[in-house]
């Protein structure tokens, strides 16, 4: 692992994409075709699997650390990370082995097969004969949590470089579900053939939030203004009467969705789709929060499926009676995408995207605003002769989403950070008045800079009034500004709401406790948005 | 004989506190950083070493005493001496013994010798003040020799694509270490001007260290890459850094041990050097003390000194000082010196 391991430190030790690819180019001409593989599986963010229970894992580390069980706890809590705190605290190996990435992810197989009786041992013996340079990553991989600070499209790149490919043709042959155990290299990335990855989803085009006024867009007339649904982004393959559903993050959920099932009989071999799946019912858009109930049950009961039924709201066709149209100008895939979901006799899941009409960017800003009272976050502006491109890119698609609600929250709880934010005071929880009682509302993270966090830690330190666990009650003084996208009804929650993407957009020095907002301020913001 | 009030450490015999954060009459200094030396104090004792520090950070007309190692003075029946604490140039433990008592404040140490200051003295005493700013189990600091190994091999990386290496640390006392690490590879050294003001200072007093050019924005402009540049913390994330690009930054502290504390600072390279003791090392001073009663102060102190309670058996307390928990902050602050 000595070179895998070198360059997920020269990965990580930089902020340079330059330095990156060029670590990850010398990484592929160094390595065996062996080791490519699982670096790339493992680069592309795919999971090496958990082979060992936590409880397990912690049992030997407090063995072979010989430290007490609350002084290794302590530590953890302040590193955040477990392989990383076990990485910290073992004795330095005995004699070092050196195993190739391949011996180790062949070892983890194997580990994982073991009695729970003989992986303590079996784990401890390996710490002790790896060196002590390569325990975190050797952890990371052990608990399926590896990752590295390197995007998809990046690891592509240097492939690219290295075996003379497009990036195109190997960000498609990288998607959708592949294992080392069931291809090679030679498969995956070289052979001259594509046609039975028939299930493979394009890499999706992603926009940026567009950052200034639209008007340096140019001409209104060559845009198409679209409604930013929030939803689950998904691609709809059908081919061969077969149907796969891929989410952005190239999850394959057709399994999730048997609504669009009978779609692989209606639509033609070598349709792909993209859009938005969304549940939707009796003519309305239900909230986010029904879809995140759903994806996550393992088993959909009929109760399931008919109180959050889905639907895709379709903006974009990639492949057209199984030719790729992405380099197509976007009005005529749309003008396709139209004739074919208008075509179906029987639809119960596709609708279109149905562009608003603007004449002028004054109008697409009153679309922005208000696109609340259509369940949206905002506008997509999408130029009218734009190709399908790959990844995120600048250019000819621009996200506009409407300013987050603020709130201001007086500071109730604070308990200390995890990780990145190691032995501080950064967690924390507000508050707003209900009468004359403070009802913590939400809890946030992130926001604030460096030096505020320790400004603030400094005070939670000073102001406690009362410690349990972790968590420090302070005397209620600082107020925040808190920014969230949405909100909605939660009889779990004291308040009786749930935010959605809570975080600290500024201290408001400005203002005492008592100027904080009210629960009933909340409730208003929650009456404005029709959400029951 | 020592008690802690909301002063400092104070000694009512003698009248006079160590490292007091608020004004007081008499005060003996362990060294020179800002959370260990105040302003506002009548009179100062420190080591001959910390005073032009202390002249340089408070300025010249302060009243100032000065001791060297081992040199032992007599305040009403109470013998007081300053001994190394290997922490940074002049820092001292502060020895107090009365009939057969005998108290050590540490102040900050470390028994890793880095080449500066004089290397830290195991003292005997029934009484130990010990700060445990690294006190837990997961630091194990390098060799500084390793460390060095690493900063050359990193800087001749960056220097092969003529980039510049900036070189963030503590300007008092890390800084010092970075420049006599950097200093072998015989290139020219650059720093901001609170490192220059202080190397200065310090050649002046006859310490033989290398010297450093100031790095004024003109002379910057005049400057191709890759040259080196030593900077304090408070430069990370300045806008003004542009003016030195192409760069690459690395940030030298025992906390960059973890990775967490290196995102946090926002710089992709860390280099684990530090003037603190790491856990082996304040297991191993507490121990060679063989004091019965330990003090623990800046730091994780009620987590080490429970750890001193339960593994060695020693009466550890936890004592509220004003340098705790708040070190980050301390070093970022004190940029301004
Ligand atoms: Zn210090
Ligand atoms: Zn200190």
Redesign the interface.
């Known amino acids: 692992m000595q070179l895998f391991n070198k360059l997920f430190q020269a990965i990580?030790?930089?902020?340079?994409t330059n330095a990156k690819v060029n670590a990850l180019v010398d990484y592929f001409h160094e390595a065996s075709t062996g080791d490519i593989l699982w670096s790339i599986y493992l680069l592309m963010g795919k999971s090496s699997g958990r082979v060992i229970k936590t409880a397990l894992l912690r049992q030997a580390a407090y063995k072979l650390?010989a430290?007490?069980t609350?002084?290794?706890e302590?530590?953890y809590h302040?590193?955040?990370?477990l392989a990383?705190?076990i990485a910290?605290?073992l004795p330095p190996p005995q004699h070092t082995k050196l195993y190739t990435l391949s011996q180790t992810m062949t070892f983890l197989a194997s580990f994982s097969a073991l009695p729970d009786d003989e992986k303590e041992q079996t784990i401890i013996n390996r710490w002790m004969e790896i060196p002590a340079s390569e325990r975190f990553l050797f952890n990371k991989l052990i608990t399926g949590n590896f990752r590295v600070g390197v995007s998809k499209q990046l690891v592509i790149k240097a492939l690219a470089i290295k075996y003379n490919k497009t990036a195109n043709e190997l960000a498609h042959r990288l998607m959708g579900n592949w294992h080392p155990h069931q291809t090679n290299l030679e498969k995956l990335i070289l052979e001259d053939i594509l046609s039975e990855k028939s299930f493979e989803p394009y890499p999706f085009f992603l926009a940026y939030q567009l950052e200034g006024a639209p008007e340096g867009l140019g001409d209104i007339n060559e845009w198409y203004v679209e409604r930013k649904f929030d939803g689950i982004r998904g691609q709809i393959i059908v081919r061969n009467e077969e149907i796969f559903i891929w989410s952005r993050g190239e999850d394959l959920l057709t399994d999730k969705f048997p609504e669009f099932h009978p779609l692989k009989h209606s639509l033609p071999h070598g349709t792909v789709l993209d859009g938005e799946i969304l549940p939707f019912k009796e003519d309305e858009i239900l909230p986010f929060a029904v879809m995140q109930t759903r994806i996550g049950r393992k088993l959909l009961s009929k109760k399931i499926l008919a109180s959050a039924p889905l639907v895709m709201i379709c903006y974009d066709l990639l492949e057209y009676k199984g030719t790729d149209i992405r380099d197509r100008p976007l009005s005529e895939r749309r003008k396709l995408l139209k004739q074919l979901v208008d075509g179906l006799v029987v639809n119960t899941s596709l609708m279109l995207s149905a562009p608003v009409p603007c004449s002028s960017w004054d109008e697409v800003r009153k679309a922005r605003e208000e696109a609340r009272a259509y369940k949206c976050e905002g506008v997509m502006l999408k130029r009218k002769n734009s190709i399908y491109e790959t990844g995120r890119r600048r250019g000819s698609w621009w996200k506009w989403k409407v300013d987050p609600f603020t709130i201001d929250g007086v500071l109730v709880y604070g308990q200390r950070g995890?990780?990145?934010?190691?032995?501080?005071y950064t967690d924390y929880t507000f508050a707003v008045w209900d009468n004359n009682e403070l009802v913590p509302f939400a809890k946030a993270y992130s926001g604030l800079t460096?030096?505020e966090i320790?400004?603030v830690?400094?005070w939670i330190?000073k102001n406690t009034i009362d410690k349990f666990g972790p968590v420090r009650t302070v005397t209620p003084t600082l107020v925040f500004e808190l920014a969230f996208e949405g909100i909605s009804a939660s009889p779990r929650h004291k308040s009786g709401i749930a935010l959605r993407f809570p975080r600290i957009l500024r201290w408001r020095r400005d203002k005492i406790a008592d100027q904080a907002n009210t629960k009933q301020d909340l409730l208003k913001m929650l009456d404005s948005k029709g959400d029951k | 004989m020592l008690t802690f009030d909301n002063k400092g450490i104070y000694c009512a015999r003698a009248d006079l506190y160590i490292d007091p954060w608020l004004p007081v009459n008499k005060a003996i200094i362990t060294h020179a950083h800002a959370d260990h030396a105040h302003k506002g104090n009548k009179h100062y004792l420190c080591h001959t070493d910390t005073a032009p520090l202390l002249k340089l950070r408070l300025g010249n007309d302060i009243s100032i005493e000065t001791l060297n190692y081992g040199e032992q003075i007599t305040i009403n029946g109470i013998s007081i001496s300053l001994h190394p604490a290997g922490h940074i140039i002049g820092s001292s433990q502060v020895r107090l013994s009365y009939k057969d008592e005998v108290w050590v404040v540490s102040g900050d140490y470390k028994l890793q010798d880095d080449g500066l200051s004089t290397a830290f003295e195991p003292l005997k005493c029934q009484h130990f003040i010990t700060e445990s700013t690294f006190g837990l189990p997961i630091y194990h600091f390098p060799k500084p020799a390793i460390v060095k190994q690493e900063l050359h091999e990193w800087i001749q990386k960056n220097n092969e694509q003529a980039v510049n290496s900036l070189l963030v640390g503590y300007s008092l006392g890390k800084a010092q270490r970075i420049i006599e690490m950097a200093s072998a590879l015989d290139m020219p050294i650059y720093a901001h001007g609170a490192i220059v003001n202080i190397q200065q200072q310090l050649i002046n007093a006859g310490h033989k260290l290398y010297p450093v050019q100031y790095a004024s924005f003109d002379l910057i402009k005049t400057l191709k890459p890759p040259y080196l540049l030593v900077l304090p913390p408070s430069a990370i994330g300045s806008p003004w850094l542009k003016k030195f690009n192409p760069y690459e930054i690395a940030f030298f502290s025992g906390w960059m041990q973890l990775r967490g504390a290196r995102r946090r600072r926002n710089v992709a390279r860390g280099f684990v050097l530090s003037d603190h003791a790491d856990w082996n090392q304040l297991n191993s001073a507490v121990l060679s003390t063989n004091a019965e009663n330990i003090y623990v102060t800046h730091g994780y102190k009620s987590i080490f000194a429970k750890w001193l309670r339960e593994e060695h058996k020693l009466n550890a307390v936890e004592v509220e000082t004003l340098y705790e928990d708040d070190l980050l902050m301390r070093e970022d602050t004190d940029a301004a010196l």
Request: aromatic letters at 6%; charged letters at 30%.
């Open positions: 990580d030790q930089t902020t340079s650390s430290l007490p609350w002084l290794f302590e530590s302040i590193v955040g990370d990383e705190t910290l605290c995890h990780g990145r934010r190691a032995n501080l460096d030096k320790l400004e830690d400094n330190k």
